[in-house]
Every structure is written in structure tokens, then in C-alpha cells.
């Protein structure tokens, strides 16, 4: 039973640690990426356009634990925003940007899982059309 329930922790875990690497993405990009608005809009849309792939990992990854593949997206979008939000009210360093530029920060993590929420909606996996 207990490996039932660490097993259910691994989605938000690789949630967690997408969310480090996606940080450390961030972190290379000059505050001004986040200030200008044109180059705001550029940020905005590589985010839309990072959901897509994120999705079709992540519904690769559910295969091996065994788990529905919507039910792993949301717990490691889930395990994602407790992640961001934490380290952008604890630690906004960890994005490398302060100021107005760290607000934008914010709202481009928000609008990317936004996004892949969107593209699950969109394109369901065929998993999941199988268990209704």
C-alpha cells in the first residue's frame, strides 16, 4: 500500500523538477526580455508554444508509473505552481530577476501552465478516451 502512495507523489515530483529546469531556462533570459513589451509578447509565446511538448512528455511519463495520463499532467502541474509560487514568495532570486521583471516572470510561469492546461483540453490523450 505505501508504494501505492509514493507512487502517487512521482507526477507532482517530476512537476517540481520541470519546474527547476524551466527556472534555470528563465534565468538566461536579460530582465529586459520581461520589460520591453514586444520582447514581453516573444516570452509569452514561447511559453504557449513550450505547453505542447510538456503535454506529450508528460503523457509519456504517465506510461511507465501505470497512471492515466490527464491525472499525472495536473499532478505535475500541480507539484509545478506549488513549486513557482514558493519560489517566487520565498525566493525570487531563484529566476534571476527583480523587480517589475520578476512580476513578469511570474505571470509567463502562470500563462505557460495556462497553457499546457489548454492543450490537454485540446488534444486529448487517447488513454484517456479508452477509460470512459
Do not use: C, W
Not at 514586444?38 to 510538456?54: D, H
Not at 534571476?96 to 511570474?106: D, F, I, N
Amino acid at each position: 500500500m505505501a508504494n501505492t502512495h509514493v507512487a502517487r507523489l512521482v507526477p507532482s515530483l517530476i512537476g517540481v523538477v520541470t519546474a527547476i529546469a524551466f527556472a534555470g531556462v528563465l534565468r538566461l533570459f536579460p530582465e529586459e526580455m520581461f520589460l520591453d513589451t514586444g520582447k514581453r509578447i516573444v516570452m509569452f509565446a514561447l511559453a504557449a508554444l513550450a505547453a505542447p511538448p510538456t503535454v506529450f512528455a508528460m503523457r509519456r511519463l504517465a506510461r511507465p508509473f501505470g497512471q492515466d495520463p490527464g491525472s499525472f499532467l495536473y499532478a505535475a502541474n500541480t507539484g509545478a505552481i506549488a513549486f513557482d509560487s514558493i519560489a517566487t514568495g520565498f525566493a525570487p532570486q531563484v529566476y534571476g530577476h527583480q523587480g517589475p521583471a520578476s512580476h513578469v516572470v511570474l505571470a509567463v510561469i502562470v500563462f505557460g501552465l495556462f497553457s499546457i492546461l489548454l492543450v490537454d483540453q485540446v488534444f486529448p490523450a487517447r488513454d484517456r478516451e479508452n477509460l470512459r
